[in-house]
């Protein structure tokens, strides 16, 4: 049973550390969520702040200045103060209690309605002063009007309201929030949006994957500060909405996007209050209020007087209502009081307006607050502040001790915090803090004043660089959330430090090192176009300086062929990069970088159809990897090499390697060897090992291990491995053993799967299934449609190991339509194929395929003809040992024999499957006897080729019902 605590309009779920308002989530951090359930437990009882502290961070040293901050986020969550509590109330040098009566329900697990989920959107809005009518009027706008954009100055509080009419809506549809303050470029416009929505795209179409992706389901984008971004968002808005009609955009700026059909609400300053009233009066103003409460949470307890009141309302006044630089004026309330900072603030507007005070613009008046706060700082923190502000984002004691030049950091944040000029947050993990990005816009002026902003920069880029070199295995050992939440806040920090590095100012060769160190950061987030950008940044650095860095140049080229393993474009470059990866590797004799380069030169060649290059290039891996500093690596040899026997058509041999490998490799922690050669190996083992055994006979175990690979792959979360088992085992094998339901069960979910991550090749592959598919259901014509588009686009590629096999589909999609001279030139193009490059895995079907085209072939001999290509199927099949094509083409034998060469006993009682093989078999030989000798089938002996094939890619492979004549 789970436990509810129920308190007015609350209910809080221990068990699940969530707080609801009207059975819907509040979003709460967990520290705060924690404070609250201990106060609740000990309702009516004063808890003192050491005992709070000592309850919540039981193993840390915390301020209780900490607790004071969090003990106002509850209070501004559940719409309490400390003036009038109704629930949490101070007791002065004591500590705090839950004064409201609590109702304990117990409920069965699950029971409830669930909260709505909104993805990529936390909405702490808090309380909200002065803007309930505005954001009734957008929430009913928004349902009406497609694109709506909240303007108004710097820290008016647009993104408040924003978040306020979010939190309103009350639409089935996703809701993504995406932050554009630290987007440097209009170019990255789609490439922040598709990443916001997890869709990893390598395609130049980003747009396009964005508009298939949102189509699935009515959706609300948030679209926040883009005010320096205005002309990109507006195009960039137009074309979203004329493909997705189901979409909303809610965007803020500083100006009007002025896009096609956009309405805009501009945000006024908040309501001022008249210069002479009584403090109960003067509490009507949204100004005062939000003043009164920014000045409670930081003294821990503050209430309006008379006295205060004039000084109040004149500073409110001053700031022009604008509801960032209130809350940076009740901030200072720490030090000095509200008489003192009225006349400062007013000293201060004075020497920044002097000449031309009639002309201020707004975002002046802002300006002025910072001026003013910056001032009255000593200069050493005056320093640190310009120097914090190269952090484009979160940033931690120790990232900031390595940027300050001077200091004890611990006292520069905690006075910086307490002035309001430094943000933090302790909610979660380790405390963490950020400046405001009007007050990093600011001190980094200042940084720039002080001439110290390359020295600073450095700094900051030196110590990205000792983050990232240490950080490479939790990258890839930590679950996807918790790497998502402490790692992905430094791609701001990253993009930035970049920009400078590789600038005019910056320092070049730094900017390599970086950039070679956050590879893994970069693959990770899916953001390769970027990384790519960097990377020939850093090549063209170091190719013009020969022998500088050629380790970081050989980790450089070997990042520049990583992507091109996935899409369908350009894949000599990918080859390339790759071969001067290996050339620099073999001469630093990096086995490492060696064996990487060569596992992709393999793959290249598999997607090829070179098997006979394959072939040489794996016994290249196995004779490098005993010398790997990784004894695994041995043992992945024996997988490329099993896999490349099941392309020869060594079936058997394969299944023995695959199985020994199995039993042999243990995947290393934290998936080192899916970072080095991509898949997952016990993933990529098993879809060969799977196929193999269906070519062996032996369909359910074949299905079986399907399943339980399709089982780990999602168990261990590797989402390329996951498609590579869909593409290559699940559904051609589903076709193959005739499980039709089965087969647009595994092409549905690869379909789905590729277009979320952008694999271009298998999503192609998805369509080869799906036409084969057509074709068993009676639409030939479809399925001609569809491979005509996808084999071109593989060919384009150099994705051309499961061509063979989707040209016998086309090939029997054709004969089916009666076109059997185009049927036959398809057939006989994917033959010659397997004669000249030595592919002979699918090759026994292709003739069997042909021999049912023969078989309607009005020209003389056609039936011989027919006869011939299943004798030779047979023969190929026997000679690989594939007894699942054998038995395709001992049926169609049966059908093509005279009716007298089998038996009645064979005919009305069917033997069991070995025995009615050994039948068929006796009766095809003796069928052969009778023949000229011109026309027998050649000695099994002889090889029609031999070949190697790497498991880069799978074609699907499809059981055709026999066709009796």
């Not at 084999?791 to 016998?808: D, V």
Request: proline fraction near 5%; include cysteine.
């Amino acid at each position: 049973m789970a436990v509810e605590l129920e308190f007015g309009p609350f209910t809080v779920i221990p068990s699940r550390r969530t707080l609801l308002r009207d059975r819907r989530a509040v979003p709460l951090g967990s520290r705060a969520v924690d404070i609250l359930i201990h106060l609740i437990a000990h309702a009516g009882e004063i808890r003192t702040n050491s005992e709070i502290v000592k309850h919540v961070w039981p193993d840390t040293f915390v301020d209780e200045a900490n607790l004071r901050v969090h003990i106002s986020v509850i209070r501004r969550t559940l719409g309490d103060t400390q003036r009038d509590p109704r629930f949490i109330a101070n007791i002065p040098g004591r500590g705090y209690s839950f004064i409201c009566p609590v109702t304990k329900r117990e409920v069965g697990e699950g029971a409830g309605e669930s909260p709505r989920c909104l993805d990529g959107l936390g909405l702490g809005t808090g309380r909200i002063f002065g803007r309930e009518s505005v954001v009734n009027t957008i929430a009913a706008q928004i349902d009406r009007f497609r694109l709506l954009t909240i303007v108004g100055p710097g820290g008016i509080g647009k993104t408040t309201v924003a978040r306020a009419v979010v939190a309103r809506d009350r639409s089935e549809g996703l809701v993504f929030w995406i932050d554009f303050s630290s987007v440097t470029g209009g170019h990255l416009v789609p490439t922040v949006v598709a990443s916001a929505l997890g869709i990893l795209s390598r395609t130049d179409n980003i747009l396009r994957e964005i508009v298939l992706h949102l189509r699935t389901r009515p959706a609300l984008i948030v679209l926040d500060s883009c005010e320096h971004l205005v002309g990109s968002v507006a195009e960039f808005v137009e074309s979203l909405l004329a493909e997705v009609p189901d979409l909303r955009i809610l965007a803020t700026s500083r100006e009007p996007l002025r896009a096609d059909g956009e309405r805009v609400h501009r945000i006024p300053p908040l309501e001022l209050p008249p210069a002479t009233l009584s403090a109960r009066e003067a509490m009507a103003s949204p100004a005062v209020q939000l003043f009164v409460e920014r000045a409670d949470a930081c003294l821990g307890h503050y209430e309006l007087t008379d006295q205060d009141t004039p000084y109040v309302t004149r500073i409110c006044g001053q700031l022009d209502g604008i509801a960032l630089a209130i809350e940076l004026a009740a901030g200072r309330l720490e030090t000095i009081g509200v008489q003192t900072l009225a006349q400062s603030l007013s000293d201060c507007f004075q020497v920044l307006t002097r000449g031309r005070r009639t002309a201020l613009p707004r975002h002046q008046t802002l300006r002025a607050t910072l001026d003013w706060s910056y001032m009255i700082l000593p200069k050493s923190e005056q320093a640190a502040l310009a120097e914090l502000s190269v952090f484009r984002g979160w940033f931690g004691n120790g990232a900031a001790a390595a940027v300050l030049s001077e200091g004890r950091v611990e006292d520069v944040l905690a006075s910086l915090v307490a002035k309001s000029l430094v943000t933090v947050d302790a909610s979660s993990g380790p405390t963490r803090y950020r400046l405001l990005d009007t007050t990093r816009l600011y001190a980094s002026e200042k940084l720039v004043d002080m001439g110290d902003a390359d020295a600073a920069l450095t700094r900051h880029a030196g110590h990205l660089l000792v983050f990232f070199e240490g950080a490479e295995d939790e990258l890839y050992s930590a679950p996807v959330p918790d790497w998502t939440r402490d790692y992905a806040q430094h791609t701001s920090d990253l993009r930035a430090a970049l920009d400078w590095a590789f600038s005019k100012q910056g320092d070049p060769l730094l900017g390599v090192r970086l950039t070679v160190a956050a590879l893994p950061f970069f693959y990770r987030l899916s953001l390769l176009d970027e990384c790519l950008a960097w990377v020939t940044h850093a090549i063209t650095y170091l190719d013009a300086r020969p022998r500088l860095d050629e380790r970081s140049r050989m980790k450089l080229y070997a990042a520049l062929g990583w992507p091109q393993i996935c899409p369908t474009e350009a894949p000599e470059h990918g080859i390339a990069a790759w071969s001067t990866a290996l050339r620099i590797a073999e001469g630093m004799d990096d086995i490492d970088h060696q064996l990487r380069a060569t596992w992709a030169l393999w793959v290249d060649a598999i997607n090829r159809a070179q098997p006979c290059l394959g072939l040489t290039i794996t016994e290249r891996f196995r004779a490098l990897a005993p010398s790997s500093f990784d004894p695994a690596d041995a043992i992945i040899g024996k997988r490329l090499y099993g896999a490349t026997l099941h392309w020869l058509g060594r079936h058997a041999e394969a299944r023995d390697q695959l199985r020994q490998m199995l039993d042999e490799y243990a995947e290393p922690p934290g998936g080192r060897h899916s970072v080095r050669f991509q898949f997952d190996q016990n993933v990529t083992a098993r879809i060969i090992l799977a196929r193999s055994t269906w070519m062996l006979g032996h369909e359910e175990e074949a299905l079986r291990e399907v399943e339980d690979t399709l089982a780990y792959a999602n168990k261990i979360q590797h989402d390329i491995s996951l498609a590579c088992a869909l593409a290559e085992a699940a559904c051609p094998l589903s076709l193959l053993a005739g499980r039709d339901d089965l087969a647009r069960h595994y092409t549905s979910l690869l379909k789905e799967h590729t277009r979320a991550l952008s694999l271009d090749v298998w999503n192609c592959y998805a369509d080869c299934f799906e036409a084969e598919i057509a074709l068993r259901n009676g639409r030939p014509g479809d399925c001609v449609r569809l491979l005509s588009t996808s084999l071109p686009a593989l060919r384009k590629g150099g994705f051309i190991l499961f061509q063979t096999f989707f040209q016998s589909v086309a090939a029997r999609a054709l004969h089916e339509m009666g076109n059997l001279a185009e049927a036959l030139e398809a057939i006989d193009s994917a033959i010659a194929h397997c004669a000249s490059s030595g592919e002979r895995w699918c090759l026994a079907e292709l003739h069997r395929v042909k021999g049912t085209i023969l078989l309607d072939d009005k020209l003389p001999g056609a039936r011989d003809r027919a006869d011939r290509s299943f004798r030779r199927a047979l023969a190929e099949a026997r000679r690989d040992g594939a007894v699942a094509w054998e038995r395709s083409a001992n049926a169609d034998l049966l059908a093509l024999s005279p009716p007298s060469r089998v038996s009645r006993t064979e005919r009305r009682e069917p033997a069991p499957l070995a025995k009615c093989a050994a039948r068929l078999t006796s009766s095809i030989h003796e069928r052969e006897e009778s023949l000229p000798i011109g026309n027998r089938l050649p000695p099994i002996g002889v090889v029609v080729g031999m070949a190697s094939c790497p498991p880069a890619s799978f074609p699907r492979r499809v059981r055709q019902p026999t066709r009796a004549r």
